[in-house]
């Protein structure tokens, strides 16, 4: 068989390794792959048919110089993302330089000083600590601009909407929901929680604004976070929406009154979404939210590889394979450190770049502590391309997402396992 041989002869893979993978890879295929099929379809056409509904015409590829104004693809491309997530507008820039960029500007554009944001889906992601004020103590974070925050935990994994309507005050200003793990141990919120939480928050604030960090969700269902009530969601190009094509850049969707706000934050006051050059990135962004879709199932599909490998070898994983998924990110907890490295080492082989790094713990900027991370990427730090990070403390988690095709990922599957065969308990259960 030469996908066999290749493997074995060409990547080192050892048959044992081989048939194991195929044997979990088959009773996957079976059980969930139809399901992944069935929303790529439908977020497919609904791509296509924003795309068809604004004319996009091969001349908004064109791009200007200077302020950038009257950029015709720019602007088309903000509708776009708009109709795909069913807002009233949407900002989409090269200039916003990640996720965690284009949540300080939605946050930093509607609160004001004295007003008090709730994240009420938990601890949020390490980086939005350091914005917030609450690690680090970095100049401009929104605590020195008189931004109160609190949180309030999750409640069996779902959002304690009872608490969160309870812990309102005068002051409150936003709520946030944070959709995807981040560097937490649990399942992604799904759509169907989110919206249960914003309708019952709805019956006693209707007039709150809520925003959701879409970052790793987009394409996974349906629906997103827009669809059930959101007023405003964020994400990153060089992830689910780019489609591992787009360059950089991020993302806002909203109401339109929040997205002018954004673009005067952007910019600035006055000139808000007339003005910021695009530097020839609209056939990139645009044709990787084309991508998009399919990308996301094919991360999606070896997410399950993945998880359903490392739980049969008695790992503990989140999301379990029975868990409705809600973003691409596949965590696996090895309470161990050397097997968290060991697992990057492996994925880090498997890429079609760098492929001959080994990735080593770094005091990362924004970080508390020390990060490993795997990430042979054709776009730097591109979370849909293959990749593996992990915090270097206790449980030691690993969290993989991404792979542009199914193929890359199972790979990384497979190479993770040999390395781990390395451990004596992972080489008796194989």
Known sequence: MLTEDILCKRFNVSKTVFNYVTKIEKEIKEKYFEQIEKIREYNQFKVISAMQEHKLDYTNFYWNT???????????????????????????????????????????????????????????????????GEEGNEPCNLKEAGIIYKEIPLYNNDIDWESAIKSVTMKTKLLMIQRSTGYSFRPALTISKIKTAIEKIREVYPNIYIMVDNCYGEFVDEFEPSDVGADVIIGSLIKNPGGGISLSGG????????????????????????????????????????????????????????????????????????????????????NN???????????????????????????????????IMASGAFVSGSSIELSADAPMRPPYIAYIQGGLFYDHAKLGVMLSLQKMMEFEEIKNKI
């Not at 082989?349 to 713990?361: F, G, R, T, W, Y």
């Open 251 to 334: 993302y806002v969707a909203g109401k339109k009154v929040i997205i002018d706000r954004i673009a005067n934050r952007l910019t600035a006051p006055g000139v808000g979404k007339e003005i910021g050059l695009t530097f020839g990135t609209t056939r990139n962004t645009l044709q990787g939210l084309f991508f998009a879709p399919h990308i996301v199932s094919e991360a999606l599909k070896g997410a399950l590889l993945f998880g359903g490998v490392f739980s049969s070898l008695g790992f503990e994983i989140t999301p379990t394979l029975e868990d409705g998924r809600s973003d691409i990110v596949q965590a696996i907890k090895f």
């Open 66 to 132: 200077g302020y950038g104004y009257d950029d015709v693809g720019r602007e088309k491309a903000e509708k776009i993302f708009a109709s795909v997530f069913h807002t009233e507008d949407a900002l989409v820039r090269p200039s916003i330089a990640s996720g965690t960029h284009a949540l300080y500007l939605t946050l930093s554009a509607i609160l004001k000083y004295g007003d008090e944001v709730i994240a009420i889906s938990g601890r949020p992601y390490d980086t939005l600590l350091t914005v917030l």
């Open 337 to 371: 450190s050397d097997m968290v490295i060991k697992i990057c080492e492996a994925i880090q082989s498997s890429s079609p770049v760098d492929s001959h790094v080994s990735p080593i713990p770094w005091d990362m900027p924004g970080y508390t502590n020390q990060v």
